[in-house]
């Protein structure tokens, strides 16, 4: 990655260095603030459990995070994954920092648009827990790099950033789609369709390959066996079975009078009527598909309506509870949580990966001082929505510099909304992705009136 920034000569990256020092400090400041990594019942332990048994999750986790957490298995540490989890972080804003130098922009410029990666709580919190959102943030950005670095795509770079994207969506489904708008931006640049298809590809093989080896496992060839519940969850904020007009097994699945404060709520309501059919939820997944696909066709007006409802909750200038039990911060933590006891699946990741894994609690004088670090929750949310709108306006035009990150940025952001539940912390994979766009976007038009007015300058002159 050295070798990378070696763009303009040491001088021009100061800013830069400086930058990533105060963070990389920061990130020094959180390992000592807290005595373990924070782990989440129950997304943490699911992923551990995987990477022990090496077999994908039948629910809503695949096993692309798990294979990480498989090869730092042998140090049986959370709170090491941690660590080299806040390097990853780092290595996410050098890879943007030099895309964007690459391509042109001042260092300052590349500088301030790795900020938020930097320095947002949220995005060092991450970094801290055992979950797979970081996982997937670099691996985007990576993709990005690689696709992005020279003007014409090369038939190495499109085979790259099609396993990068596929070992995304193998750790988010919602990561998959991004393949086919990498193809569409390849497609759009006359980029020689051999590399559009060695893209395709390099993507594709990957995710049959998983699928098969998920099938294998639970006897559907899939990445995942939750889209279907998730799906019909997002529809119950507005189904009509007199309108749907199901047949009468998925009748069944029909709002019932259970009433909860969120889409992704209806998953976990004991009330809601997927719930009440005998057996695991998730042994209904495709009867839920079917109903769902049947509610968005006959009502896709009020399916609209709740997606753009909720999608606008990334923008508000102070955070919104989405559910109420939940509270948005842009803040580090401070005080002590612990596990819930009572889950088997807890006494067995702790056996089996990591015999220290406890509650995580703040360490003074470190924690006191990290509960005190300011970071403007508008900064994450106003300002997101702007750096969007101008992620937009360059993406129109001949040269749309800004076209492959911010149609990267409007999918992440969208994409799980659509699919399931607003959720401030399935915001934070398209904010990177947000910076990149505004910051190509930016420069393009007002370097080109001020080079135009300086030959006008020089024909004066003459």
Sequence with gaps: MASILILRGPAGHRLFGAAL????ALRVLVMLGYDTAQLYWYDSFTYLDTAVHMRPGGAFHPAGYAWFLWLMRP????????????????????????????RGLPGWGA?????????????????????SDLQVIALLVAALLV???????????????????????????AAVPLLGLAALYLLLRRTPWRRTTALLLAGALPLLAYAGWYAQ???????????????????MTFADCRIIQPPPEEAKLCPNGTTVD???????????????????????????????LKAIAAQPLDYLREVVADTS????????????????????????????EEHALIH?????????????????????????????????????GVLLLVGAAGSVGRRRPALLPWGFAMFLLVAPVAAIDFDHRYVLPAIPMACLAAALAVPALPRRRYHATARERTTVRV
């Design 111 to 131: 500088a301030l648009a790795t900020l938020p990666v930097l320095f947002d709580p949220s995005f060092i919190r991450l970094e801290h827990s055992i979950l």
């Design 147 to 173: 696709l992005m670095w020279r003007e014409e795509v090369t038939a190495r770079a499109a085979v790259a950033a099609g396993l990068l994207i596929a070992l995304a969506g193998m750790t988010r489904t």
């Design 217 to 235: 496992h639970h006897g559907r060839f899939a990445l995942s066996g939750s889209d279907g519940v998730a799906l019909w969850a997002r529809t």
């Design 348 to 384: 067995k990741v702790r056996t089996e990966y990591d015999p220290a894994i406890r509650g995580m609690s703040s360490v003074e004088p470190y924690g006191s001082i990290l509960a005190a670090y300011p970071y403007p929750w508008f900064l994450h949310g106003t300002l997101f």
């Design 75 to 102: 140090f049986h540490s959370v709170y090491l994954i941690a660590g080299v989890q806040h390097v990853i972080g780092l290595g996410v804003a050098v890879m943007m920092y030099a895309l964007l130098r690459r």
């Design 262 to 292: 969120a889409a992704s709520e209806y998953v976990w309501a004991p009330g809601a009527s997927l719930n009440q059919l005998p057996g695991d939820r998730f042994l209904h997944n495709d009867l839920a598909r079917s109903f769902a």
């Design 313 to 340: 909750l990334a923008f508000t200038w102070e955070p919104v509870r989405h559910p109420r039990r939940v509270t948005p911060t842009t803040s580090f933590p401070y005080g002590s949580w612990e596990l819930p």
């Design 21 to 24: 020092a105060l963070a990389a």
